[in-house]
């Protein structure tokens, strides 16, 4: 028996910390993706690259835990994901699952593209041989990062190109971006750890005003989008202003780790930009009805050692053969 899978990464356009609580998210899947082999063999074996430097072994008991011989409890934090997906879809017979999702790094760092999202998707469809459902999928990896997430970046890997995704319950809503739309992704050089980010959500105490009116700032960006490039602009504009509302009033680093000085450079060249994602490093957005501005805001940020990314939308999602 032998089944591959691949599964895209994302970016996420509007809702970042919203979509938590149940308000839509717009969400891109994107041209990197994490691929999975899974072959029949004698012993139940783990190829990861990226994620453990050797070959491991493990074992699943009668309650479906799984357990890692020879690993040391970093790496087995590391195994997490597959350590979920496995006890969920294994099917009891001995297999080699082999991972590859080095398109999510750039020099030995991880890109906030949604790796571990992807990676579930990917291993997950491999192992069961079929494509699972979405509602396992968002909750094999709420399990396996300690219960925080939404699952918009599950339904990217899932579904591919443009979606409209709500979490309460699951859904999401193919969307097409305009024509006219001009985007850039942009890297700041940071790794950040959305984790983290959660955890330091979980621990605010009375946060209830800050998250129900980020809430309805994601609800009336989304709203208002349309066939229109003008309004995609505006929506992006409107949520990064919200997000700066939302970090001030938290104390949560969303601006740091670069984004406040891009902010800037693109304002300086009438661009739209936002951090995508949890922030604090990694990822941001950057959309204009014209791609001249978007060139001349390449270019300032080409001294800073923060990178433009170039990615088109996957329009695929997972892939099962």
């Known amino acids: 028996m032998t089944s591959t899978a691949t599964a895209p990464g994302k970016l996420i356009l509007i ?12 969400v891109m899947a994107i041209d990197r993706r994490a691929q999975v082999r899974v072959t029949s063999a004698q012993t139940n074996l783990v190829t990861a690259p990226e994620i453990c430097e050797r070959e491991v072994s493990f074992s699943v008991d009668a309650d479906r835990r799984v357990s890692w011989l020879g690993v040391d409890p970093s790496q087995s934090v590391r195994l997490e994901i597959l350590a979920q997906v496995i006890a969920r879809y294994w099917s009891g017979t001995p297999v080699h699952i082999e991972t590859d999702t080095a398109a999510f790094f750039e020099d030995g760092i991880k ?15 491999a192992l069961r041989r079929k494509v699972p459902d979405l509602a396992e999928l968002i909750e094999t990896h709420k399990v396996a990062q300690g219960g925080r997430g939404s699952g918009f970046d599950i339904a990217a890997s899932l579904n591919g190109g443009v979606i409209n995704f709500r979490s309460q319950p699951p859904e999401a809503t193919p969307l097409s971006l305009p ?3 001009h985007m850039r992704c942009v890297w700041t050089g940071h790794a950040a750890s959305t984790s983290a980010f959660l955890r330091g959500l979980d621990a605010l105490g009375e946060r209830r005003n800050a998250i129900d009116e980020l809430a309805g700032s994601a609800r ?8 229109s490039p003008a309004s995609w602009v505006q929506a992006v504009q ?12 938290t104390s949560l680093p969303i601006f740091s780790g670069g984004h406040t000085e891009i902010a800037e450079v693109a304002n300086a060249n009438n661009v739209a930009y936002k951090p995508s994602g949890a922030g604090g490093g990694d990822l941001g957005i950057a959309v204009s009805m014209d791609a001249a501005p978007l060139e001349s805001f390449s270019r300032a940020l080409s001294a800073t050692g923060v990178r ?4 088109v939308v996957d329009k695929k999602g997972l892939i099962l053969s």
């Open 15 to 26: 809702g970042e910390f919203a979509v938590l609580e149940g308000a839509p998210a717009i």
């Open 238 to 249: 409107n949520y990064s202003k919200a997000l700066k509302r939302f970090a001030a009033q």
């Open 179 to 181: 024509d006219g739309l």
């Open 111 to 125: 890109m906030g593209f949604g790796s571990s999202a992807a990676l579930t998707v990917a291993a997950s469809a």
């Open 220 to 227: 009336s960006a989304v709203s208002g989008l349309d066939n």
């Open 308 to 311: 433009i990314v170039r990615l």
